[in-house]
């Protein structure tokens, strides 16, 4: 018998929206080739203030946990073996690439689901679901309500899903 997946939920708030491109059209290829199911993706950036994503305030709740999901699931892999999925944007994001100009100073995250994100928009103090397009963008606040596994394609990387995006205010422009 196969053992229940264990999720971590957790919400991160205060991030800006990155990528938009999936999150409401779903791709249905990878790396050129057809994927069985849709997959729905997002992405955010959230400001760097300490050496390493765990510290950082903003990502206290998902760093309670990922913390969680490693004692649950993974603690016979050595934590410095864990594939997380936040990655430092200070870092380049392919061998031989420079690091990406919007990303510097930040922490990146990206997170996918196989079912259509909840998509929200705070207006006159209440979330209400998104039925214009055009009012979102690359840039603008969000908050993002995020479940955690062990990925299923390797057993010493953390996946993240993402289950609802909450957009709270607009921000600068990214061009991404």
């Known amino acids: 018998m196969a053992a229940q997946r264990i999720y971590k939920q957790t919400t991160v708030f205060n991030g800006r929206a ?16 057809p994927q069985e199911r849709p997959n729905y993706l997002f992405a955010f950036i959230v400001p760097k203030t300490r050496g390493h994503w765990s510290e950082e305030p ?6 309670q946990a990922a913390q969680e999901l490693y004692q649950q699931a993974m603690s016979h892999i050595p934590f410095p073996q864990i594939i997380w999925p936040v990655k ?40 209400v679901k998104i039925m214009n397009r055009a009012l979102v963008k690359p840039g603008d606040f969000v908050a993002v309500g995020i479940a955690l596994a062990v990925n299923a394609n390797t057993a010493n990387a953390v ?3 993402i289950n609802s995006v909450l957009f709270m205010g607009p921000g600068e422009e990214i061009a991404v």
């Open 159 to 161: 996946k993240c899903y």
């Open 58 to 63: 903003q990502f206290a709740g998902f760093t």
């Open 18 to 33: 990155t990528g938009l491109k999936n999150l409401w059209e779903p791709s249905t290829s990878y790396k050129g080739k």
């Open 88 to 127: 430092d944007g200070d870092m380049s994001p392919e061998v031989g690439k420079p690091p990406i100009e919007w990303a510097k100073n930040h922490w990146l995250l990206s997170g996918s689901s196989s079912t259509p994100i909840e998509t929200n928009i705070v207006q006159n103090g209440v979330p």
